[in-house]
């Protein structure tokens, strides 16, 4: 299993301010992703942290916008940038683990941002 | 394309009564299915999962889900519900064939069970 520490676990922004959510994972992970939660909506992958290199955006989501550093294989941050009221979600780090026959996703607590 | 559907927002039950949160996907190739339960103000707990083999899989806390080829579902179940239970629970789903990893998430169903 792996054990996945975000902080902050919340916060209150000002629009047109960034935020940067760290995720720490207890072990080294290959597969690493960052999900976005939209009030009363499900969750929907924003990018895929690649270690050593830029990360993989899903349609929608831009560098510019959710710049990801991925320094190591337990460790990630999100910076949710230029923010607008919009960007009010929970924000989930989520990682792939190797386990004896397949694979499994585990995530963090997630961040409650709301930006105001 | 992948995706999940979950045809119902919210599952009522007493306690005590026998629970069932639908869950159907489409994948192109062969299905890796997933149920997590979100409480509040938490992260997604996994609940269970199934890759191959036995169409039952039994998970956390007495849940179990049925996997069924012929109409690609994978519904949620659990014999007696209790109040605890009540949460917000999600379906997802990879394609084995993936090499990605990615998971696509269904829309939630929020289960209350009332005492």
């Known amino acids: 299993s792996a054990v996945i520490s975000q902080k902050p676990s919340r916060d209150i922004c000002q629009r047109g301010t960034s935020l940067t959510i760290q995720c720490q994972v207890d072990?080294?992970?290959?597969?690493m992703f960052w999900y976005r939660q939209q009030p009363g909506q499900s969750l929907t992958l924003i990018a895929t942290?690649?270690?050593?290199?830029?990360?993989?955006?899903e349609s929608g989501f831009v560098i510019d916008k959710f710049p990801i550093s991925r320094p190591n294989l337990t460790f990630s941050t999100l910076t949710v940038s230029n923010m607008s009221p919009e960007d009010s979600s929970i924000y989930l780090c989520?990682?792939?683990?190797?386990?004896?026959?397949?694979?499994?996703?585990?995530f963090g607590q997630g961040t409650r941002l709301t930006v105001v | 394309a992948q995706s999940v559907a979950q045809p119902e927002d919210q599952v009522n039950v007493a306690e005590g009564n026998p629970l069932t949160v639908k869950c159907t996907y489409s994948?192109?190739?062969?299905?890796?299915l997933f149920w997590y339960v979100q409480y509040p103000n938490r992260g997604l707990q996994f609940l269970l999962k199934?890759?191959?083999?036995?169409?039952l899989v039994k998970g956390s806390y007495g849940f179990e889900a049925e996997f069924n080829k012929s109409q690609t579902s994978f519904h949620l179940k659990k014999p007696s519900a209790l109040v605890s239970d009540s949460a917000l629970y999600f379906c997802?789903?990879?394609?084995?064939?993936?090499?990605?990893?990615?998971?696509?998430f269904g829309s939630g169903t929020r289960l209350l069970v009332r005492p």
């Open positions: 989520s990682v792939e683990v190797r386990l004896e026959l397949n694979t499994e996703a585990f």
């Open positions: 072990s080294q992970v290959t597969m």
């Open positions: 942290a690649n270690q050593g290199s830029e990360a993989t955006y």
């Open positions: 994948v192109s190739g062969n299905p890796y």
């Open positions: 199934y890759i191959t083999g036995d169409n």
């Open positions: 997802a789903v990879r394609d084995l064939m993936d090499s990605s990893y990615k998971l696509i």
